[in-house]
């Protein structure tokens, strides 16, 4: 049978697609992680008022909690649905007539002089709590709260502009905190990742002398940060250029740094998930679309390896920047914005990630 333009034209296109399938590489089957949904949460809300932001999230070696930091500069505790929120610590030069926002004086017009904590981590033996305050540097609280005490407002000279993040290694009672530019403070987080601004660093703390000192300067956006459960090393998240670092501390690569994951969206604070590796909030995604399905990205859960093993869903209207996983598949929630700390419990479904 004779073959017109149109047939010579379909066959060519046949012979092209069987040519493309020969030339190019078979897609790897796209694997299935556990997706949580965290769209239905129970929420624990702060105190009337205007005071949000509960960044941070923290249980003490009792497990009582959880503590967080808010946006009138205190650290308050959760005492159960009967009590709700008590205050446990504050910085130096805290009051509450000073502290407290109002529509004509909103907190970010007082957050300098009244302190933002961000980072909280426990030291389980003693009961300290270490206190990474954007503004009045690294903080101590003694076990039952109180004021707090600042040990760390500059090092090397340099005066800490945007304390972060704290882990604290709990066998030798070390704190790794970060300061997330050495040019811009907390009020002008924008600019740290507009500009791409490399001046953070990470840093040690050793109580037992006081001494502290910079491990790793030069670092883009560092902000949360989470040591391994060998205590090797240490997870530090990246914001701007939305990755994870890893910075070894032990063993024959000690001082060095390195890529230990690219994520699809802006992380925050970093915890262990209790199994070899990482929660990691995520603030918003790198591609967020404004409109649409309500649900976006909110955190991952990362391997050891530096693999997504798992992760969480839900509103687009929720910006969180801590998970902390306790017992029973409960999932704390903390987040700069909102004016209450989320409890997420575990019912995963089987998604697929390219």
Not at 97 to 122: H, M, N, W
Not at 167 to 174: A, C, L, M, N
Not at 306 to 333: D, N
Request: net charge positive.
């Amino acid at each position: 049978m004779a073959i017109g333009t149109s047939g010579h034209a379909a066959a060519a296109m046949i012979l092209v697609a069987l040519l493309l399938q020969l030339i190019l590489p078979i897609p790897a089957a796209a694997a299935a992680v556990p997706s949580i949904d965290a769209r239905r949460t129970r929420h624990l809300p702060l105190p009337q008022g205007l005071l949000r932001g509960p960044e941070s999230v923290a249980f003490d070696a009792k497990g009582q909690g959880p503590y967080s930091g808010v946006s009138d500069g205190r650290v308050l505790k959760w005492n159960g649905d009967a009590l709700g929120w008590t205050t446990y610590t504050y910085g130096p030069g805290y009051s509450s007539e000073a502290c407290t926002a109002s529509v004509l004086r909103p907190e970010t017009a007082t957050e300098s002089q009244c302190g933002r904590p961000l980072g909280l981590r426990f030291h389980l033996k003693s009961g300290y709590l270490y206190v990474a305050d954007a503004y009045k540097g690294l903080m101590r609280v003694a076990p039952g709260g109180g004021e707090a005490t600042v040990l760390v407002t500059e090092v090397d000279g340099a005066p800490l502009r945007f304390t972060n993040g704290v882990d604290v290694d709990q066998v030798t009672g070390e704190v790794y905190f970060t300061d997330s530019s050495m040019t811009y403070q907390r009020s002008q987080h924008e600019m740290v990742t507009r500009t791409g601004d490399s001046t953070g660093r990470l840093m040690r703390y050793d109580p037992r002398t006081g001494n502290v000192v910079v491990l790793q300067s030069g670092i883009t956006y560092p902000n949360g940060l989470a040591m391994s459960a060998d205590r090797t090393h240490l997870i530090i998240s990246s914001t701007g250029p939305c990755k994870l670092l890893r910075y070894w501390i032990k063993g024959s690569k000690t001082g060095t740094m390195e890529l230990f994951a690219d994520l699809p969206g802006y992380p925050d604070n970093v915890r262990p998930d209790k199994r070899g590796g990482y929660w990691v909030a995520l603030h918003r995604e790198k591609n967020e679309v404004p409109f649409g399905v309500d649900s976006h990205l909110l955190a991952l859960r990362i391997s050891g390896e530096g693999q997504i093993v798992e992760e969480m869903r839900g509103h687009k209207s929720v910006r969180p920047t801590e998970i902390v996983e306790r017992k029973g598949g409960r999932l704390f929630m903390g987040s700069v914005e909102l004016p209450y700390v989320s409890v997420v419990t575990r019912k995963s479904t089987q998604i697929e990630i390219n």
